[in-house]
């Protein structure tokens, strides 16, 4: 696609559920990123896949999240047992990878809110 | 821990005026540093700098690298009301450039 597209742009869940967020990233980029930003924070890194396979993990806060990228293109983060301090925008990045790709072009992001 | 810190975190300014918003950073094996401009949701990409004292313009905006000192500006000059927006500076690090580090940012608001 032309851009990187989130689904969906606004979640509300109830403390407890589960919840999955879909990237649809730029076609042809092999390199796909999510991110995490509290309100008046900065982005925070989560993951990044680099084909089908996590790269680096070590963001992830613990292990009631989980990423996947089966095919190398779309990717679903999932939170499982979600909790009122994973209110956030969830954002995805994706690049073309590669040594010097370190350009992300990020999408609008997902705005999870967990009462 | 690699770490980015942005100054100053809220600015406010009148439309016209130039501003100069401050990146400063430590981690390990730098490989680039980033700047991105987020008015609703998606940051988008301005510049990246990877060599020192080369600056890099686009327009009104321009920006400058200093590895020994450790930080970068970005300027932004005769300031309009659609610049307003959060400005994110980020460094690539041990990590390669892949994994971001992002400072909280600058929330820039310019008034008519």
């Known amino acids: 696609g032309a851009g990187v597209s989130q689904t969906p742009s606004n979640k509300v869940t109830e403390k407890g559920k589960y919840v999955e967020l879909r990237c649809d990233p730029i076609?042809?980029?092999?390199?796909l990123y999510w991110y995490r930003q509290s309100l008046g924070q900065g982005p925070e890194f989560l993951i990044y896949?680099?084909?089908?396979?996590?790269?680096?993990d070590s963001g992830l806060p613990n292990d009631r999240f989980f990423a996947v990228r089966p095919e190398g293109s779309v990717s679903t983060l999932k939170i499982q047992r979600t909790e009122r301090g994973d209110s956030a925008v969830y954002l995805c990045?994706?690049?073309?990878?590669?040594?010097?790709?370190?350009?992300?072009?990020f999408g609008a992001g997902s705005r999870l809110t967990v009462l | 821990e690699d770490k980015v810190v942005q100054s100053p975190l809220s600015l406010v300014v009148h439309e016209g005026d130039t501003v100069t918003l401050n990146c400063s950073y430590e981690?390990?094996?730098?490989?680039?540093l980033l700047w991105y401009k987020q008015e609703k949701k998606a940051p988008t990409f301005l510049f990246m700098l990877t060599s020192s004292g080369i600056e890099k313009k686009s327009g009104r905006l321009s920006s400058i690298l200093d590895k020994k000192e450790l930080f970068s500006i970005l300027n932004i000059t005769a300031t309009q009301t659609g610049d307003s927006a959060i400005y994110l500076c980020a460094v690539g690090g041990v990590q390669g450039a892949q994994k971001l580090v992002f400072g909280q940012g600058t929330r820039l608001t310019i008034n008519p």
């Open positions: 981690v390990t094996n730098f490989r680039s």
């Open positions: 076609s042809g980029h092999t390199a």
């Open positions: 896949f680099q084909g089908t396979g996590a790269a680096d």
């Open positions: 990045a994706s690049s073309q990878g590669g040594a010097g790709a370190n350009v992300l072009t």
